[in-house]
DNA sequence: CTAAAAACATGAAACGTTTCATGTTTGAGT
DNA sequence: ACTCAAACATGAAACGTTTCATGTTTTTAG
């Protein structure tokens, strides 16, 4: 059905090379170029990206796995990828493995298969031999959001440990005391900063930590339902909600709508990510957001360096400051 | 770095073909099943799919088009349809084009250089000229959530025209007469099947229709929001919203938390599209929700039958039942 | 034990490009 | 008009698979 260059070839009565120069950019004789270009038209031709990227061993394409397409935060970080991807003529493959590091492994695999360029990953954390095993083949890996504590490649992430620390110093200076956080899964970088951060922070205060007041989920509203169902329903429970994600934010405000608690008046929240959502929740939420932008720049601009050249040795961590944004949702406990 | 083919049948001093016909599933002697087995971890080989691509002219991908990666609406359709392509052994390459035809026109161009074997896509609408070239190339296309007047193509869709009556109807049941509706761009069959089905109601029920209350926007958030305050601002404002789609139900509560306008107390809203967000926002708002599973299966059984064969001739134009769920966004005005 | 059938192995050709060493044309300078 | 670079064209080989017609081995049945 389609033609190939053979064809413009023969139509054109010129040798497979010029036509390859051609299309590549290369120059030929006018009167070559208007043959070829008419051809090219007639027969509508289009280049074969799968022969060219067996015989380049370039297939232009970076991998990227993410662990679920319904993930805000995920999807609105590739989108902004693919844009500078394509940018650069190149294109991304994107695969989500569901949460699943079985799933994230069989991706991997696959993207290997498909001959990738390049790999740009939110890790699960719990698929770091094979990542390396794709390192050891020569294939350039960014990580995003987290950091992989036994790989050496490249990461970008956001300065989770200082931004958590500024949240929950917010509350403190809002008289909270009982302030509960609701993390991720312990073995997320991410999800450990954000943590340590609390910590450290009733450490500086000398504040006793209620472990009770501690919550590790996934990263799924219900999740964040169900946990804060559970704070709620300690014998003390917390005058404030840190909720660290965005999925956890949603769950958290499904439970207190769902229990008629009022958000400042009878316990403050904050949220993560969206900040369009604080824009529809009433109150205006607080929340942390991160520089989705710059993540997504500088992982693009990591990965494309990578592959020009431009970049070697020794990986980079690249971080960045996310910006905690004060709107309604926190009162000192003391006001009521 | 990688081992082929050919280095595994070196390796094991068989024959390219019967190592090809291993990897395939074929039956071979199994002390040579045991050999190449062997070879196989020894040299690290995986198949090369892009020179697999090339002989079969089959790429065992389907290009995914869709016009935003931040839409609510297409992530968790293309969520679901990857999902089981990757269980049919298809992967999707996903591109959005940003709401952008002139972009959607280039991934088309994209995906056939990749040689994908079928596109999915949710259309702009203004690209139907490029998409009849591709299944002029004897490339199937399905598309989802909008059909395409002049191309005769398989597509799955919501029956709009129902739902949206019903979404209206509500409305007048609830003796709104001044009842506001927020489409989205007027070439989007979709748009168009929800603004008719608004009209048919108003039709139904003698009801005069003010074109002040129709607005067409574009499907986002900031449009909603536009739109809202627009219709705020009439002399004679709307009792009723209905938002058709996920990012203008957004927009509309964010201007409406800006003017303190009270739901439904002081203006009755029906939403559209995630499930979640009613539980977020206060009070639980009323909204269409959509079929997602229905919809992508449908979608991915309609593309694989098409590449199987197993589906022959005419497009099928597959339709489903959106669910208008109430809850407490909406209440008559003559009860203030 | 033998012949025929079944099962498996072989290797060259092909898929649509790019590459590169070699060949041909062009036109500037004299 | 001739020479010589410079500019462009040529076509065979290669990328890593699959395919298929042919060849070889194993199994089965008599």
Redesign the pocket.
């Given at each position: 059905m389609?033609g190939?260059?053979?064809d413009i070839a023969k139509h054109t009565?010129?040798?497979?090379?010029?036509?390859?120069?051609?299309?590549?950019g290369?120059?030929?004789?006018e009167a070559?170029r208007d043959k070829i270009e008419r051809a090219i038209k007639e027969l509508d031709?289009?280049?074969?990206e799968?022969?060219?990227g067996?015989?380049?061993?370039k297939s232009k394409t970076i991998g990227i796995i993410i662990p679920s397409m319904e993930n805000f935060f995920c999807t609105s970080l590739i989108s902004r990828v693919e844009k500078h991807l394509s940018k650069h003529g190149y294109s991304g493959i994107i695969c989500d493995y569901q949460e699943d590091p079985q799933m994230e492994k069989e991706k991997l695999v696959f993207l290997i298969n498909k001959m990738v360029d390049g790999i740009i990953i939110v890790p699960s954390g719990d698929t770091q031999k094979e990542i390396q095993q794709v390192l050891d083949r020569g294939i350039p890996v960014v990580t995003v959001d987290r950091i992989l504590p036994d790989i050496a490649c490249d990461s970008v992430v956001v300065d989770n440990f200082k931004i958590s620390g500024e949240a929950v110093e917010y509350f403190v200076g809002q008289d909270h005391r009982r302030i509960a956080i609701i993390c991720g899964p312990r073995n997320i970088s991410t999800a450990e900063e954000r943590l340590n951060g609390y910590l450290a922070v009733h450490e500086k205060f000398r504040l006793t930590v209620d472990p009770d007041l501690i919550q590790f989920g996934d990263y799924y509203m219900q999740s964040g339902y169900e946990l804060c169902r559970r704070l709620l329903d300690l014998p003390e429970p917390p005058t404030a909600i840190f909720a660290t994600n965005y999925d956890i934010t949603l769950g958290v405000i499904s439970a207190l709508n769902e229990r008629n608690i009022r958000i400042p008046e009878q316990l403050s929240l904050i949220g993560f990510d969206n900040l369009n959502l604080s824009k529809v929740i009433k109150p205006a939420l607080s929340l942390v957001v991160q520089p989705m932008d710059q993540l997504a720049d500088a992982t693009t601009k990591l990965m494309l360096e990578r592959l020009e050249g431009t970049l070697q040795g020794i990986p980079q961590l690249v971080k960045f400051e996310a910006e905690l944004v004060i709107k309604d949702s926190v009162i000192s406990p003391l006001h009521k």
């Open positions: 389609a190939t260059i053979k009565g010129l040798s497979l090379g010029t036509i390859s120069k051609f299309i590549n290369g120059r030929v004789r070559n031709f289009h280049v074969n799968i022969a060219r067996l015989k380049t061993s």
